[in-house]
């Protein structure tokens, strides 16, 4: 069955459907990670978008159940060049096809997908659909016109948790406000000596201090920070209290928090192998990366906080480090997965944190 993919400056590309049939608006976003789909479409980060793999090749080792970072896919469309037919992998459960026909994701394959990311790079992130319906042209345009795009929405409450919840048990307790955390974060948290309650994202700062903890980890999560902005109000009461340790969206919080201004980037980044440096050693890491919004570097209280790391291949912003209170964040995934896992040392660096508190 063919399918189309129309984005809002009016480009439309024609391919062929699998997963399932429909409509879907989101905003039109390209991934340049080899592997990982999975990881990527389980991501609650990705919740709004429609994802583009540039790899050319997508679904060649199925589905497996271990391998997923939320319970299902967030993703509202997936596009790719070749979607494989035959997966191959002990692990493999079932396939991409399959698994997108279940959890009613629309997806399009015969894309060239490296137009569509130039387009994207040139361009802008921007709004579009993906479709299955025989719409005419000048209808597919209009409707990727009107697709919401992230700016200022709170995407956070479609897949934060309903209920708080305690993973494993230890020494110190860390509280996790969960934006749309990926599984990995917790699984990190639960290999050192910790008890991890992870709560709903609008839960307050007097309902977390109440649940004793020595740690609060920030999380990844969907959307433009600027739409969540009550987590940030909470953030700031928290501060100073117990050490804080940000992801992704969490990191971003952190910024709003302490006053600083996010922004949009031209077009994101999102793959497994963006260059950071840490400006404190001069070492540079490879990262896993999946966000559209980053902490504006000018807009930081200099008595406050200070730019720990930055991406070498824009110099934007990659990690804050607080100057008079125990609170750190980077705009990476040091939990990984997909991608490499370089940065894991940084859990432990918390976990010191929580140790040695109050210093
Ligand atoms: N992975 C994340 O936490 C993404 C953060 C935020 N939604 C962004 O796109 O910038």
Known sequence: MKAYLALEDGTVFEGISFGATGLRQGEVVFNTSMTGYQEILTDPSYCGQIVTMTYPLIGNYGINRDDFES????????VVRELCHVPS???????????????????IQGIDTRSLTKRLRSSGTMGGIITTDALTRAELVD??????????Q???SQVTTKEAYTVAGGKYRVVVM??????NIVRWLSKLDLTVIVVPAHTGAEEILAL????????????DPKGVLYA????????????????????????????????KLHFGHRGG????????????????????FAINADTLDPQVAEVSHINLNDHTVEGIRCKNIPAFSVQYHPEAFPGPTDSEYLFEKFYDMIRNFPA
């Not at 004793?212 to 959307?223: R, V």
């Open 232 to 263: 940030a109000e909470n953030i700031k009461k928290l501060l100073g209290k117990l050490p804080v340790f940000g992801i992704c969206l969490g990191h971003q919080l952190l910024g709003l928090a302490l006053g600083a201004d996010t922004y």
């Open 154 to 156: 709170d995407l956070v």
């Open 71 to 78: 319970a299902g896919p967030k993703v509202r469309g997936f």
């Open 212 to 223: 004793n903890p020595d740690g609060l980890m920030l999380s990844n999560g969907p959307g």
């Open 89 to 107: 992998n002990w692990r493999s459960t079932s396939n991409l096809e399959e698994f997108l026909k279940e959890h009613q994701i629309v997806g």
């Open 143 to 152: 409707l990727a016109k009107k697709a919401p795009v992230l700016n200022g």
């Open 178 to 183: 969960d934006f749309g955390a990926k599984r």
């Open 273 to 292: 192998n963006h260059p950071v440096k840490d400006l404190d050693t001069g070492r540079v890491y490879i990262t896993s990366q999946n966000h559209g």
